[in-house]
């Protein structure tokens, strides 16, 4: 491949100054970049996804079936919706606030907030189920208290609500930061000059302002917290039908040698990863200029 | 979108929000019927399967109650943890004593004399690790020697996180020791060669099995000889051949009550009556069926016995001491393990 093309060095000049043979490379280049991509899109992403359903479907739509509509599956089905019900609203509450005060207020700490914001991000999601199991483990901090006032988090639901909230908590925040930013004060500033409540001018001007940038938001922050396996881990147990969520049971089943139903359970998550970059599509095409302020699209 | 419409949105996920609160306080009223909670070591998924179907149908024939037993399988070593860190288990039924010892030790939920409250060290069934090797044995691999040398490659889960891989350790460990006359030094040799030809350590018996048998590494499986012959029956009996060495380890998977758990739940009836069931002929003839050396073989099905070759074996509290000694000996932090493996670079 011809680097030169790719980065013009200073060293050739004259290779710069023939124009049409510039051209005529670059779209040479552009094909093996295109093709390459494409090859690559192909290898990594539609090979697999394709295997997930051609494994699923081996034994036919009856075995298919069979595999999804086995309780444990259900449960762990449930309990995979329960997570990101509870998870993704109270991501939604804590996204807003922290986006609003660090958009519309000055303080002290703030570019600290807004880092500490990323901290999921950065962090191995298995460290962030340990870290739960430290604190509210039977060996952790607060692991006595609560055996002695018979609370269970850890290898319970609250635990495993907890772990994903905290791998999932950046997305709303970090899609709606950069809009409330971009928005400024001004319209804010006005309303409450013209007498409106604190409460009324936020879902008068604010929320509006930045709406298609949570649902944006919600439908990464949900797309993560089903799919969520590291963290869950840690803090799940894998009791059978009780505290498997749906990526766990994946591998439950897939180390019990029982492919067709590890991949007919895989093949829902795919499906909702599917959904998930359809709507994401649309919303980005419907609503860019919405959503520009964000920079990444 | 208008502001009464965003509040009609905002109302409608708090609703979302109090119906799945709902949905979770009715889950947790649900275990009013007796639930258990076995955790288990990697491959007995399919044995306590088949042997909760037959407890609960007698436990409902005895008593009328209906009793529900949930399972939790890993790396025995890493099951072991979790039930320290809290899972609240009400019995434990691991790959070997140490993993219970470590429970009672950590937590006080276990009395420490636990494997003399249940017969026979509190194992109701005992099994042997063998090898398990590609059909026809392109290798040679016939006994523990073969395995070390060049050119074989040696798949075995990490005696660090996995009970089967601690008793694989042990049982080469005990054969060299006898080959070479009780030589330490002789035998150190042979381990550390052994090590050399392992080039994945999987957490579990099961992941070993899977990159044997699935991914296709390896000539050769130590496996629990349970395993090895349920990957004939899963992927096929005509890829594989199982070897029986010259000598092995009796292999004892120990069970526990968790005292501690079952106390505070009020479920210790119905948890012991689930171990003792273990002890009772219906179950050991379901245990020799899935390929583990029942305890009373008089109760298994002769064509389930049949499949036990005689093999001469050695035993932890006889050949090593117990597992109070040969844990730290061998498996903790600088043992002969962390001695003799060198990862490859």
């Given at each position: 491949m011809?680097?030169?093309?790719?980065?013009?060095s200073?060293a050739r000049?004259?290779r710069r100054?023939g124009?049409?043979r510039v051209?005529?490379?670059?779209?040479?280049?552009?094909?093996?970049?295109?093709?390459?991509?494409?090859?690559f899109l192909?290898?990594?992403?539609?090979?697999?996804?394709?295997?997930v359903f051609?494994?699923?479907f081996r034994?036919g739509?009856?075995v298919y079936?069979?595999?999804l509509s086995?309780?444990?599956a259900?449960?762990a089905?449930r309990l995979?919706?329960?997570?990101?019900?509870?998870?993704?609203?109270?991501n939604?509450?804590?996204g807003?606030?922290?986006?609003?005060?660090?958009?519309?207020y000055?303080?002290?700490?703030?570019t600290l907030?807004?880092?500490?914001?990323?901290l999921p991000?950065?962090?191995?999601p298995?460290?962030?189920?340990?870290v739960?199991v430290?604190l509210?483990?039977?060996q952790?901090?607060?692991g006595p208290?609560l055996?002695a006032?018979?609370?269970?988090?850890?290898?319970?639901?609250?635990?495993i609500?907890l772990?994903?909230?905290?791998?999932t908590f950046?997305?709303?925040?970090?899609e709606v930061?950069p809009?409330m930013?971009?928005h400024?004060?001004a319209?804010?500033e006005a309303a409450?000059t013209l007498?409106?409540?604190?409460?009324r001018t936020?879902w008068?001007?604010?929320?509006p302002?930045?709406?298609?940038?949570?649902?944006?938001?919600?439908?990464?922050c949900?797309a993560?917290?089903?799919?969520?396996?590291g963290?869950?881990?840690?803090v799940?147990g894998?009791?059978?039908?009780?505290?498997t969520?749906?990526?766990?049971h994946?591998e439950i089943l897939y180390?019990?040698?029982n492919?067709?139903?590890?991949?007919?359970?895989?093949s829902?998550?795919?499906?909702l990863?599917?959904?998930t970059?359809?709507?994401k599509?649309l919303?980005?095409?419907?609503?860019?200029d919405h959503?520009?302020?964000n920079?990444?699209? | 979108?208008?502001?009464k419409r965003?509040?009609?949105?905002?109302d409608?996920?708090m609703a979302?929000?109090?119906?799945?609160f709902?949905?979770?306080v009715t889950a947790g009223?649900?275990?009013q019927?007796?639930?258990l909670?076995?955790v288990?070591?990697?491959p007995?998924r399919?044995l306590y399967?088949?042997i909760?179907?037959?407890?609960?149908?007698e436990w409902?024939?005895?008593?009328?109650?209906t009793?529900t037993?949930?399972?939790?399988?890993?790396?025995?070593?890493?099951?072991?943890?979790t039930?320290i860190?809290g899972?609240n288990?009400d019995v434990?039924?691991?790959?070997l004593?140490?993993d219970i010892?470590a429970i009672a030790q950590r937590?006080k939920?276990?009395?420490?004399?636990?494997?003399?409250?249940l017969?026979?060290?509190?194992?109701?069934y005992?099994s042997?690790?063998?090898?398990?090797?590609r059909?026809?044995?392109?290798?040679?691999?016939k006994d523990?020697?073969d395995?070390?040398?060049p050119?074989v490659g040696v798949v075995t889960p990490?005696?660090?996180?996995?009970?089967?891989?601690?008793w694989?350790?042990l049982?080469?460990w005990a054969?060299?020791?006898?080959?070479?006359n009780?030589d330490e030094?002789?035998?150190?040799e042979?381990?550390?060669?052994?090590?050399?030809?392992?080039s994945v350590l999987d957490?579990?018996?099961?992941?070993?099995?899977?990159t044997?048998?699935?991914?296709?590494?390896?000539?050769?499986?130590?496996?629990?000889?349970?395993?090895a012959?349920?990957?004939g029956e899963?992927?096929?009996?005509?890829?594989?051949d199982?070897?029986t060495?010259s000598?092995s380890i009796?292999?004892?998977?120990p069970?526990?009550l968790v005292?501690?758990?079952v106390d505070a739940?009020?479920?210790?009836e119905?948890?012991?009556a689930?171990?003792?069931?273990l002890?009772?002929?219906k179950?050991?003839?379901i245990i020799?069926?899935?390929h583990?050396r029942p305890?009373k073989?008089e109760?298994a099905?002769?064509?389930?016995?049949a499949q036990?070759k005689?093999?001469?074996?050695?035993?932890?509290d006889?050949?090593f001491?117990g597992?109070?000694?040969?844990q730290?000996e061998?498996?903790?932090?600088?043992?002969t393990?962390d001695?003799?493996y060198k990862p490859?670079?």
């Amino acid at each position: 491949m011809s680097e030169a093309a790719l980065t013009p060095s200073p060293a050739r000049p004259a290779r710069r100054a023939g124009g049409a043979r510039v051209r005529g490379e670059s779209r040479l280049v552009q094909a093996i970049l295109i093709a390459i991509a494409l090859v690559f899109l192909l290898l990594v992403l539609g090979l697999p996804l394709a295997s997930v359903f051609v494994e699923a479907f081996r034994k036919g739509w009856d075995v298919y079936l069979e595999g999804l509509s086995d309780p444990d599956a259900l449960a762990a089905v449930r309990l995979t919706l329960l997570v990101a019900a509870i998870a993704v609203p109270v991501n939604v509450v804590f996204g807003l606030a922290a986006a609003w005060c660090i958009a519309k207020y000055e303080f002290r700490g703030k570019t600290l907030l807004t880092s500490l914001i990323d901290l999921p991000f950065s962090v191995s999601p298995v460290i962030s189920g340990l870290v739960y199991v430290l604190l509210f483990g039977a060996q952790g901090w607060f692991g006595p208290w609560l055996k002695a006032n018979g609370v269970e988090i850890i290898f319970a639901l609250p635990g495993i609500v907890l772990a994903t909230i905290f791998v999932t908590f950046p997305f709303v925040a970090r899609e709606v930061l950069p809009l409330m930013q971009s928005h400024g004060t001004a319209d804010e500033e006005a309303a409450l000059t013209l007498g409106a409540s604190g409460w009324r001018t936020f879902w008068t001007i604010t929320l509006p302002n930045v709406k298609w940038g949570v649902l944006y938001g919600v439908l990464l922050c949900n797309a993560r917290a089903m799919g969520e396996f590291g963290a869950v881990s840690v803090v799940s147990g894998r009791i059978r039908g009780l505290t498997t969520t749906m990526p766990l049971h994946v591998e439950i089943l897939y180390n019990e040698y029982n492919t067709v139903a590890a991949f007919a359970v895989a093949s829902l998550l795919a499906l909702l990863a599917l959904v998930t970059l359809v709507l994401k599509t649309l919303l980005e095409w419907r609503y860019a200029d919405h959503l520009s302020a964000n920079g990444k699209h | 979108m208008t502001r009464k419409r965003l509040r009609r949105l905002f109302d409608y996920a708090m609703a979302a929000l109090a119906l799945a609160f709902c949905l979770a306080v009715t889950a947790g009223a649900r275990a009013q019927t007796v639930e258990l909670l076995n955790v288990s070591y990697d491959p007995t998924r399919e044995l306590y399967r088949a042997i909760n179907a037959a407890f609960a149908q007698e436990w409902k024939a005895k008593t009328g109650k209906t009793v529900t037993i949930r399972q939790s399988h890993g790396g025995s070593g890493a099951q072991a943890r979790t039930v320290i860190d809290g899972l609240n288990a009400d019995v434990v039924t691991l790959a070997l004593g140490g993993d219970i010892d470590a429970i009672a030790q950590r937590t006080k939920k276990i009395p420490a004399d636990w494997q003399k409250r249940l017969p026979n060290n509190a194992s109701p069934y005992t099994s042997t690790i063998v090898f398990l090797v590609r059909k026809g044995n392109p290798k040679g691999i016939k006994d523990w020697g073969d395995l070390a040398k060049p050119g074989v490659g040696v798949v075995t889960p990490n005696p660090k996180t996995s009970g089967g891989a601690r008793w694989n350790y042990l049982a080469a460990w005990a054969w060299a020791k006898k080959a070479n006359n009780g030589d330490e030094a002789k035998t150190r040799e042979y381990i550390a060669a052994l090590f050399a030809n392992v080039s994945v350590l999987d957490t579990g018996a099961r992941g070993a099995t899977t990159t044997f048998a699935q991914r296709g590494i390896g000539d050769v499986l130590l496996a629990w000889e349970n395993e090895a012959y349920l990957v004939g029956e899963e992927f096929g009996a005509e890829k594989f051949d199982i070897v029986t060495p010259s000598l092995s380890i009796l292999a004892e998977p120990p069970v526990s009550l968790v005292d501690g758990n079952v106390d505070a739940k009020g479920t210790r009836e119905a948890a012991q009556a689930y171990l003792d069931f273990l002890y009772t002929p219906k179950a050991q003839a379901i245990i020799a069926k899935h390929h583990y050396r029942p305890m009373k073989p008089e109760a298994a099905d002769p064509k389930d016995m049949a499949q036990f070759k005689t093999i001469d074996l050695v035993t932890i509290d006889k050949d090593f001491g117990g597992w109070t000694k040969a844990q730290p000996e061998h498996f903790g932090d600088g043992g002969t393990f962390d001695q003799l493996y060198k990862p490859k670079r």
